[in-house]
């Protein structure tokens, strides 16, 4: 059930829930009602029956693991090149 609040509520205004007998204070520095401090706390009705739970089936069957994949071969790694030497005005460039 939802709390009916007052629609412009002051700074510090007590509502009081008709049906639990809570006490709610408005504050303006947070815009919200929040629970009062000096409130009673109503009446909590006893708690039912736990229903019947069935029972759970069988766990299902797990297949089995299939086999792996072909792996390729390496692949083939080319010769080192030569090392080459650039002559500019100003610098040698290795």
């Not at 639990?20 to 000096?38: D, E, F, H, L, R």
């Not at 083939?76 to 460039?93: L, M, N, P």
């Amino acid at each position: 059930m939802a709390i009916d609040f007052p629609s412009s509520p002051t700074n510090g205004q007590l509502y009081t829930n008709p049906t639990t007998g809570m006490v709610y204070a408005y504050s303006t520095t947070y815009t919200a009602w929040q629970p009062y401090a000096n409130s009673t706390i109503g009446y909590t009705g006893s708690k039912g029956d736990i229903g019947y739970t069935g029972s759970r089936g069988d766990v299902g069957y797990d297949g089995s693991t299939g086999s792996l994949g072909y792996t390729g071969s390496i692949g083939y790694t080319g010769s080192t090149g030569d090392v080459a030497i650039f002559y500019s005005y100003r610098s040698i460039i290795m």
